[in-house]
């Protein structure tokens, strides 16, 4: 039980890090192409778009509490 323990400690700390609100951007970003694509959309721009969006989000968040 202690590798498997170890094991989803590492993939959450990989995936989720410090802010679970960029995960779930991504995940979202992720989702919405991937629907945007099974219905026909060449919706290929929102991930690279997302990614500057979720940074600048999380570096507001971050420099807000120090303020």
């Known amino acids: 039980m202690s590798h498997l323990r170890t094991f989803g400690s590492f ?3 990989f995936i989720i ?3 679970w609100r960029v995960a779930l951007g991504v995940t979202a970003a992720i989702a919405v ?3 945007a694509a099974h ?3 060449n ?3 929102v991930l ?3 990614v500057p969006a979720l940074l600048a989000l999380s570096l507001d ?3 807000r509490r120090r303020r």
Do not use: E
Request: charged residues 20%; without cysteine; hydrophobic residues 50%.
């Open 11 to 13: 993939w959450y700390d």
């Open 17 to 19: 890090g410090d802010d």
């Open 33 to 35: 192409v991937f629907i």
């Open 39 to 41: 219905h026909g959309l």
């Open 43 to 45: 919706w290929w721009w």
């Open 48 to 50: 690279p778009a997302s």
């Open 61 to 63: 968040r971050a420099t």
